[in-house]
Nanobody
């Protein structure tokens, strides 16, 4: 059974940085595609970034140049978030699936496994 646990959320001032982590268990980490999504109440989940099994990364337009997704060779995926803005405030969740077509990386329905999420608040 795949299990994902996020950590690292919190409150930060505009312009600040946070690093989120997603710890995975229950699958062969190196072969999975993983992604970060965020959601604000009343809105649909938004794909933030993804990283596939060979390390190829993809980013949503709103975070390009500010956020960086990475993974280690064990079970952790990270999201380094710099130059944070109030509109980045959301619940951030990690997702994983055995394979996701590159064109569907931001489609929440493409991922079978999800973490519970960690909240990020950007406010002065």
């Amino acid at each position: 059974q795949v299990r994902l646990v996020e950590s690292g959320g919190g409150e930060v001032q505009p312009g600040g940085s946070l690093r989120l982590s997603c710890a995975a268990s229950g699958y062969t980490y190196s072969t999975y595609c993983r992604a970060w999504f965020r959601q604000v109440p009343g809105q649909e989940r938004e794909g933030v970034a993804s990283i596939d099994s060979d390390g190829t990364t993809t980013y949503g337009d709103s975070v390009k140049g500010r956020f960086t997704v990475s993974k280690d060779n064990k079970n952790l995926m990270y999201l380094q978030m710099n130059s944070l803005r109030p509109e980045d405030s959301a619940m951030y969740s990690c997702a994983a699936d055995a394979w996701v077509a590159p064109s569907r990386w931001a489609d929440a329905n493409a991922y079978a496994s999800w973490g519970q999420g960690t909240r990020v608040t950007v406010s002065s």
